[in-house]
């Protein structure tokens, strides 16, 4: 087994682990404020809007493999989204998506049991991350449109940028930082890279 996929040796979180966490939720909640304003200027319709999903369920992904303890994914996505808030044409709800994107995250971080952090967990988690936000999307706000042309395409768009940007990116960020030696406090800095 390599040191990246060796198991959290503690479920305790240390205030390094809290400190770093919220700080990647601010600094995804201001990516968040500019992210806004391409996606509303954009404004694509179902199901081609799914692409740009994957922005948003980062923090939770990047969160998750870089701190390796359960709650970080839930932890980071809300605070990025109640950061993102404070300049969000979205309203209050997108707190609750912060949370749910979390939720999804941890997930598939949950089901890897928090013992391995390589591509298959950021895949997984990047997967069950865009499940939990489309899900939520096609309830709220596309709840009459059709199964197969347009809920189905948008659920795998959203999955696909989930994996591709949230899985694979935060995985390459993880492990580029660890490179740096900026994650020396945490497994995933002292891990083969």
Do not use: C, H
């Not at 979390?102 to 991350?129: I, K, M, P, S």
């Amino acid at each position: 087994m390599s040191v990246q996929d060796r198991p959290v040796t503690t479920a305790k979180w240390r205030t390094v682990d809290i400190v770093t966490t919220a700080v990647l939720g601010v600094a995804f909640g201001v990516v968040f404020i500019l992210w806004n304003l391409v996606n509303s200027a954009i404004a694509l319709v179902p199901p081609v809007s799914g692409v740009m999903n994957g922005v948003y369920l980062m923090p939770g992904l990047v969160a998750g493999l870089l701190v390796r303890k359960p709650g970080a994914a839930t932890f980071a996505s809300t605070l990025a989204a109640a950061v993102s808030l404070l300049a969000s044409p979205y309203g209050g709800i997108i707190v609750v998506y912060g949370l749910v994107q979390g939720l999804g995250g941890e997930l598939g971080f949950a089901l890897a049991r928090y013992r391995r952090f390589g591509w298959g967990t950021a895949v997984l988690a990047a997967v069950t991350a865009g499940l939990s936000t489309s899900l939520l999307d096609l309830t709220l706000y596309y709840p009459a449109v059709s199964f197969w042309g347009v809920k189905v395409p948008y659920t795998v768009l959203t999955v696909l940028s989930s994996v591709v940007v949230a899985g694979v990116l935060g995985l390459l960020l993880v492990r580029a930082l660890a490179r740096t030696g900026a994650l020396s406090s945490f497994a995933s800095g002292r891990s083969r890279v």
